[in-house]
């Protein structure tokens, strides 16, 4: 019998693994100290079965080390960043980075990758504040007094409930105290601004006089929080954004609205119902928050937009160096309400035209791919009605009308990581034994690439 110490003389050395042709480093990554670290790891796995008793020979270990290096390397590709076709039909995809940039935010943001006058106005010389101009297009699409940018909205109710009520009640309804989604729960946030919670109502049904009763000397306002993610239906009352707007008005309390989606167009007539931004601050509200990459369309970031004393206020705050976005994210924001305030923003902005396309046309783009790839005989693809959703915490429960190539006859689950292996990687969905890729969320542009990957995969799937 082999002693362990000399089994554990068989394990391969970093350098000797290094030499092995099968070691299969992936394109793009190849940064040496990431490999030798897969290395070391792998062995040290090894080493842990072999002091637990498993026998191997110096060529299994070699293997077995071989093996998860060249899985940890798959991973690692699995998670550097690149494109993604967005063939899920979601939207705002959160795990695929929400809102797909317009062009012209794009551009921008590469402008402003060097040297940029984030706070400087060329035209004097002097400085101004950072975000100047970002704030006054808000104010002008939005109708607010004024406005900040922060990170992201959950930053936005933190910086909120933190400079208007840190040390008082904060009044928000049963019906309202949500998880977003991301381990973000709004009593968590409550609790590290240092505002209090003051609880109202019941799950389903929340009173205006509810908020009226709880109304005392601690209160620092009242939040109503935007249910983004599920909807309640059935036995059902809260106050209407007008009713709670005139109670705050007439009890001089703040009235905070979490919107979170940001809806800046009234998009009805496409079967979506949300409330636009402007419709909160000309209801009354002194405070919106929103996210920049939801409904509006642009990047990661949280829009506060008010009354002016509140928004003076949180400027000073100190939270506010912490929490304020880069210059990057002020080029594309500025870039995207340059496109929301022009003449059609539908033209320009990828999200509107996403949610507001026509199935008939999603149709005639999944044709365009089907026509375009050589299909092996042991594959069936079809076209079918589907439906996409919007997603990304907005618009809880809507539904769009859409159209799906369905690939079927193959193993569904390794047939998309096949193609999620693709650069640009494709992203779809599994359903019902089928993969299915809703062109909702494709863009024109994509459906070459999209016809070309998926042919790489069907040539080497052909039998
Ligand atoms: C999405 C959402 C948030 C969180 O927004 P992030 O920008 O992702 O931080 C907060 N509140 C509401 C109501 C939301 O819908």
Known sequence: MISLADQLRLLPSADEVLRRPELKVMPGSGIRVQLVAWIRQAVDECRDKVRDGVVFTADELMKRVIGRVNELARLDAGRMSCSVINATGVVLHTNLGRAPLAERAVRRIEEAAGYVNVEMNLETGKRNARSE?????????????????????????????????????????????????????????????????????????????????????????????????????????????????????????PLIDD???????????????????????????????????????????????????WISAMRKSPLMRALRADKLILAALEATLEVHLSQNPM???????????????????????????????????????????????????????????????????EFSQKLRRCRPAVVGRIQDDGVLLDLRTVSDAQIPHLAEQLQSVFDGEAV
Not at 160 to 180: D, K, N, P, W
Not at 262 to 290: K, N, R, W, Y
Not at 372 to 383: D, K, Q, T, W
């Open 347 to 413: 033209e320009e902005l990828p999200l509107l035209q996403m949610l507001t396309r026509q199935s008939s046309r999603i149709r005639s783009s999944c044709e365009r791919v089907v026509s375009l790839v050589r299909i092996p005989e042991n594959i069936n693809i079809g076209i079918e009605a589907c439906e996409s959703e919007v997603g990304g915490g907005s618009i809880p429960g809507s539904r769009l009308p859409s159209f799906a190539i369905r690939i079927a006859g193959t193993n569904p689950s």
């Open 259 to 309: 919107l979170g989606s940001g809806c800046i167009q009234d998009l009805v007539e496409f079967g979506l119902v949300e409330p636009t931004v402007s419709a909160s601050v000309s209801a009354g509200a002194d405070v919106v928050l929103m996210s920049g990459d939801k409904l509006f369309g642009g990047p990661q970031a949280g829009i506060i937009l008010g009354r002016r004393q």
């Open 133 to 253: 101009r970002v704030v006054e297009l808000l104010c002008l699409l939005t109708g607010a007094e004024d406005a900040v940018i922060v990170n992201n909205c959950a930053a936005a109710t933190m910086m909120t409930l933190q400079v208007m009520a840190a040390g008082r009640e904060v009044i928000v309804s049963r019906g309202q105290l949500v998880e977003i989604g991301g381990g973000y729960r709004l009593p968590e946030v409550f609790e590290v601004s240092g505002a209090r919670l003051r609880e109202v109502g019941t799950t389903n049904r929340t009173y205006l006089h509810d908020y009226e009763d709880a109304i005392n000397d601690h209160t620092g306002g009242i939040i109503r929080v935007h249910r983004s993610n599920f909807s309640l239906s059935g036995f059902v009352t809260e106050p209407s954004s007008a009713e709670l707007a005139d109670l705050c008005r007439r009890r001089s309390v």
